[in-house]
């Protein structure tokens, strides 16, 4: 879709500053906040095995690849 | 008939899986071109409900969802469907595991009857951002659905299926199925796991359910809710209970919204309330009129950071190069607050914002048992019409608090205005969803 991303950037500041213009008025305080926890970690375990159908399809996915590998940006750093 | 109803007749093989799908996917084929609220269909739907039913013949065993038809948000990973988010981005994205609220509907025997349309990444209330053409409401087809789970709400409203799933970050549940006449389920934050999901705003998404009623509702809730190992927030809960509730203290706030859509709520909360001796008090909610403002700065800036891994390299297309308009705004708005020089100046300030209003409910649930007002401010426009940006957020002023306090919140149909229907909505506190299903049920076994 063709969009003009300055406009739409433009728009987007304008709305911001709105908002945060009302909730500047906003002086009341609150406190830290945080969430309590019974267990604050988790049991790693042995670990999972692989699942052969993810790899296949997020390779299928990937615009560009060379065997089992997903091409990032290949030679884009190369003059 | 309802879900349970259904399943009832499978159980007894007064009906099969087979029959139940069969109908469900023909009718969509026959019906959908005119609401466009499914994107894809799950061509495996039918060996998968023969299965069941031989299970069931075989040792008149099955899951709790046995031969039911869900349809998923296209936002919500299915093993071997696409994810598309209704986005040209996402389009030829295939997902390669279950989301954990797919995994459980899966384990219980539930059929996944395909991916419904929405807003793009769930960015909009109205079901017309999408890339794939805008959702229609089925109640009447020149208007729109609501969004974002726009496909999910239309395709329970035109009998597509028995249950559907959506998410809700403003209201993305809530809002179309106040439109669309069915009931839709905002879980407490923590309660559903999002494992699976593709997010718009980590901190406020919630996956939810769509049903034809509240008891089929939570009876879905009760599968996909629980602990995950793979999503941090989650919470272990207690079974939801629906129960009749003899005492009751319900909160009306003062928040704006089209007089004729008030008259209507709170004339459907005074019938109610005196038929059962329950009392009304209007609440003050300081800050909770200012969730709109609250809300989209916390969006875009989560927005921001989660459509980083969209940059082309592993699936899809470079999201700023494939994207729509509303989809952009958030990326470019989020990008623009995470600049080091507004530190502190939208998101921080849009924090403390949230935490008071979070502390408003908390005030106001010290004083009354539920919340009861409006679903949407105003009913829906006609597809295509010209309407503001901030109008288009002003959709959502009703719903958005509910997500930024965390807590639940169901909306069930209340009744129409010149033939459009027109939802209202039961919050309660953290965890409460027994007490918000109970009470909702009270109302829709009063309808009219």
């Known amino acids: 879709m063709v969009v003009n991303q300055e406009t739409i950037q433009k728009q987007a500041k304008e709305i911001l500053d709105k908002f945060s213009k009302e909730l500047d008025k906003v002086k009341e305080q609150v406190g830290e906040t945080f969430v309590e926890r019974e267990e604050d970690r988790r049991e790693e375990g042995e670990g999972k095995e692989g699942d052969s159908y993810f790899r296949e399809t997020m390779l299928k996915n990937a615009p560009s690849k060379e065997g089992d590998f997903i091409v990032a940006e290949k030679g884009k750093w190369v003059k | 008939m309802s879900a349970l109803q259904k399943l009832g007749l499978i159980k007894k093989e007064k009906l099969t899986a087979e029959e139940n799908i069969k109908k469900f996917i023909e009718k969509i084929k026959k019906e959908n071109k005119n609401i466009n609220a499914v994107l894809e269909i799950n061509e495996k739907a039918i060996e998968e409900a023969r299965e069941i039913d031989k299970r069931i013949k075989k040792k008149g065993k099955a899951g709790k969802l046995a031969g039911l038809g869900i349809i998923v948000k296209a936002n919500i990973n299915v093993k071997g469907m696409p994810a598309s988010c209704a986005s040209k981005t996402l389009e030829s994205y295939n997902c390669g595991y279950n989301a954990t609220v797919i995994k459980k509907i899966k384990e219980e025997d539930g059929i996944i009857l395909g991916m419904a349309n929405m807003d793009e990444f769930a960015c909009g209330s109205s079901g017309e951002s999408s890339a794939f053409g805008a959702t229609r409401n089925p109640r009447n087809k020149e208007l729109i659905p609501g969004g974002s789970s726009s496909g999910s709400a239309a395709a329970m409203a035109a009998g597509f299926c028995d249950f559907s799933l959506g998410s809700d970050t403003g209201g993305s549940i809530r809002n179309p199925a106040s439109h669309c006449g069915v009931v839709g389920v905002k879980p407490t934050y923590g309660l559903v796991s999002r494992y699976g999901l593709i997010d718009l705003s980590m901190s406020l998404d919630q996956i939810g359910v769509f049903a034809e009623n509240s008891e089929d509702a939570a009876y879905l809730l009760n599968i996909i809710k629980g602990k995950d190992e793979n999503e ?174 965390g807590i639940p919140g169901i909306s069930i149909p209340a009744g129409e205005i010149d033939k459009i229907p027109v939802g209202m909505q039961v919050l309660c506190k953290r965890f409460e969803e027994g007490k918000m299903f109970s009470i909702a049920k009270e109302f829709e076994n009063n309808y009219i």
């Open chain 2, 232 to 405: 941090p927030t989650t919470y272990s809960s207690e079974e939801i209970k629906i129960e009749k509730i003899r005492k009751l203290k319900i909160g009306i706030p003062k928040l704006s919204a089209d007089p004729k859509i008030w008259k209507l709520v709170k004339n459907r909360i005074k019938e109610i309330a005196d038929k059962n001796k329950w009392g009304v008090k209007e609440i003050e909610m300081p800050y909770v009129e200012l969730g709109v403002q609250t809300y989209y700065p916390i969006v875009y800036t989560e927005f921001f950071s989660g459509t980083r891994k969209l940059d082309g390299r592993r699936y899809g297309e470079k999201i700023e190069d494939s994207c729509g308009e509303e989809v952009l705004r958030r990326i470019l708005g989020g990008s623009e607050i995470s600049k080091a020089e507004h530190h502190g100046k939208y998101y921080r300030q849009a924090l403390k914002v949230k935490e008071l209003i979070k502390e408003a409910f908390d005030r106001a649930f010290e004083k009354v048992d539920c919340v009861i007002l409006p679903t949407v401010p105003k009913l829906p426009h006609k597809i295509g019409s010209k309407i503001s940006i901030e109008d288009m957020y002003n959709y959502d002023t009703l719903t958005i608090p509910a997500n930024l306090a």
